[in-house]
């Protein structure tokens, strides 16, 4: 039997290959054929199966499902058949997106997640939906005013129509975001990191002044002892997210940049700790004039820095992007 479905909430082939293989998961389902322009969905099936169960397949994303008509093709009595045809189920569903968040790289489509954290895909970091702001909400303390963007004579400490030439009044100034905690978190993970690197690099990058005056002070092995210490909070409380991000991408199999920077970042790391305990196992040419072995914390916790600093530089953009989107609503 076919059945014919209304379906709407796809953008693009993307979505439409994503539905297709949600609903070709169903049990009883045998062939998913959508066509994106005309909105609709033809199914093959072996049973009938109910509305309700294609739309919980669904539920995660914004497609929704109606059913628009059916015909089997097995041999029914015409009088059946024709009810059945002109059949309709018709549900309210809700677009409410507030509270929710979404993948700013769109690695899903236009699934929404309930609560904030990283994309199971890529690792990014979700953000919110922007909401229009509601008129109880206040700007730098004071009542918003709202003018006529034709008049602006007209000011009222209200919404409405202008009195004049009856357009919606808007607010006269933004109304004030909320905290991006985001952002301040990114912000002081990277003040953390960047305190911390910039030691170790000078220690790391001593050899090229000429006759080393580090050295005069404490020997080789020493500065790489306070290297490592100096590296632990970059790496296990500023970085440590990337790890996360990238034993997450690991177990999924959805390999990302922050695959290549957990591994970068922490054979770096775990060498120069090897090398620090255990200089006995590596040959001369990994040693030092002094017999340590070369170490490479300054490299570790170099990068982990930069990119918290590009980060850090998109978060500042989503959040004025999400600003923009909340002004225009």
Same mark, same amino acid.
């Given at each position: ?25 169903? +049990? ?34 914004k497609y ?13 009595? +015409? ?6 045809? =002109? ?77 004049i030439c ?29 305190? @911390? ?39 296990f409380y ?34 120069? %700790? ?13 040693? =030092?004039?002094?017999?340590?072995? @070369? ?6 916790? %170099? ?27």
């Open positions: 039997m076919t059945h014919t479905y209304n379906i709407t909430g796809m953008t693009c082939n993307g979505c439409v290959a994503k539905a297709k293989s949600l609903l070709s998961a169903v +049990a009883g389902v045998e062939n998913v054929s959508i066509d994106l322009a005309k909105g609709e969905a033809t199914l093959d099936m072996k049973k009938h199966v109910p509305t309700t169960e294609l739309k919980s397949v669904l539920k995660d994303y929704k499902i109606e059913k628009k008509k059916v015909s089997h093709a097995m041999n029914q009595p +015409a009088a059946k058949a024709e009810n059945e045809s =002109t059949h309709t189920h018709v549900h309210k569903t809700s677009n409410n997106s507030d509270g929710k968040y979404y993948c700013p790289m769109h690695c899903e489509g236009d699934k929404m997640y309930d609560k904030p954290g990283d994309c199971p895909v890529c690792g990014m970091s979700l953000e919110k939906v922007p909401s229009a702001p509601s008129t109880s909400e206040r700007a730098g303390g004071e009542v918003t005013k709202y003018t006529c963007p034709m008049h602006p004579e007209i000011i009222r400490d209200a919404p409405g129509s202008c009195p009856g357009m919606d009044l808007v607010p006269m100034q933004p109304i004030a975001e909320e905290e991006n905690k985001t952002y301040n978190e990114l912000l002081k993970k990277f003040r953390i990191a960047v305190a @911390f690197t910039i030691p170790i690099l000078i220690i790391a990058m001593s050899d090229m002044i000429p006759d080393n005056p580090l050295l005069k002070m404490l020997s080789q092995e020493k500065w790489n002892w306070i290297q490592m210490v100096l590296s632990i909070p970059v790496v500023a970085g440590w997210m990337f790890f996360k991000r990238a034993w997450k991408s690991v177990i999924t199999w959805n390999l990302n940049m922050f695959t290549l920077i957990g591994i970068g970042t922490g054979v770096a790391f775990l060498f120069s %700790v090897i090398a620090m305990l255990f200089p006995g196992i590596f040959p001369n040419q990994f040693k =030092t004039e002094s017999g340590t072995v @070369f170490v490479y914390f300054e490299a570790a916790t %170099v990068i982990l820095a930069l990119v918290l600093l590009g980060q850090l530089l998109e978060a500042r953009a989503h959040s004025r992007t999400s600003g923009a989107i909340k002004e225009l609503l």
